[in-house]
């Protein structure tokens, strides 16, 4: 049972990181229809920013306010390069070949600048686990899930409560509408890819501390991050949290109970069995659109 339970709590943390991520999947799909596919690349950028700026002697605290502001100029970059021509034109395709053309442009310009090995990331809580229910928790991955509650909590309280949070919120609902109301709709769209880049950097230096920081921990974050937000549903908050933690579990009693060659397995076959029975995902909506 001890065991079972440090597998639980193992496998909550790694689904919150999941669920940051896909969260960024979700902000731009609720604007704008496109998802950006070099979200694993904003979250590889933010922590190597991140660990940088700690190795020249800024602290921990202090540095994750500059990954973010980084982390948003990453975003708009890619929505003005890769993304607004494609929504002019009107092309279905074109922003996912420019988002995944991006991303890769990313990743080769952080190897040739950091290089290609995988680094520490000093941790700025302490190593010792806490013990809860008779499971060690590491306080790094409490201030994971924690962290990742209250972005998304913070989100929710700027659409809500705010004139920007509004404009995305009517963006979301009918974007020709909005943009009869007056609303800069394109301004939006770039503000949502600003918005998912800083919660994929800060991902990165919340996350990099219990793994390892370089140019590889991209690509695998980013495809279970997409296939979070498939299972969730790319309109739900709630179902983003949710797939997360199913997937993170699932990975980690996989990984110990069977074998840890299997342990990308289960998120696979629920992707799948999902887009099969529920295609806008566990708690997401299904559009309804006139013709």
Not at 46 to 70: E, H, K, Q, S
Not at 169 to 180: C, K, M, Q, S
Not at 252 to 280: E, H, N, Q, W
């Amino acid at each position: 049972m001890q065991i079972l339970t440090q597998l639980v709590f193992s496998g909550i943390a790694l689904g919150m990181i999941y669920a940051v991520i896909a969260f960024g999947y979700q902000l731009t799909f609720a604007t704008s229809d496109t998802l950006n596919f070099g979200q694993g690349e904003a979250l590889m950028l933010g922590a190597l920013v991140g660990l940088t700026l700690v190795g020249m002697g800024v602290n921990y605290w202090l540095m994750i306010p500059i990954v973010c502001v980084f982390g948003a100029i990453q975003g708009a970059v890619v929505e003005r390069i890769g993304v607004r021509p494609a929504i002019k034109i009107k092309s279905e395709f074109g922003w996912i070949m420019s988002t995944i053309a991006l991303g890769i442009i990313f990743r080769n310009v952080a190897e040739n600048v950091w290089g290609r090995d995988m680094r520490p990331f000093p941790s700025p809580l302490p190593e010792a686990p806490l013990h809860f229910l008779g499971a060690n928790v590491r306080p790094m991955e409490i201030l994971v899930a924690v962290g990742a509650l209250l972005m998304m909590a913070a989100v929710e309280l700027f659409n809500r409560k705010t004139i920007w949070g509004k404009a995305v919120v009517a963006t979301f609902n009918d974007r020709d509408a909005a943009r009869l109301m007056g609303i800069n709709t394109g301004l939006v769209i770039t503000f949502s890819y600003a918005l998912s880049s800083i919660s994929a950097a800060l991902a990165g230096v919340l996350i990099a501390p219990l793994t390892l920081a370089g140019p590889n921990m991209a690509a695998q974050l980013g495809l279970k991050a997409f296939a979070v937000a498939i299972i969730g549903g790319l309109t739900s908050g709630m179902g983003i949290i949710v797939g997360g933690i199913i997937l993170g579990v699932a990975e980690k009693l996989t990984g110990f109970y069977v074998s840890t060659g299997y342990s990308d397995v289960p998120g696979l076959v629920l992707l799948l069995i999902v887009l099969a029975v529920r295609p806008a995902g566990l708690f997401g909506k299904t559009a309804i659109k006139k013709v």
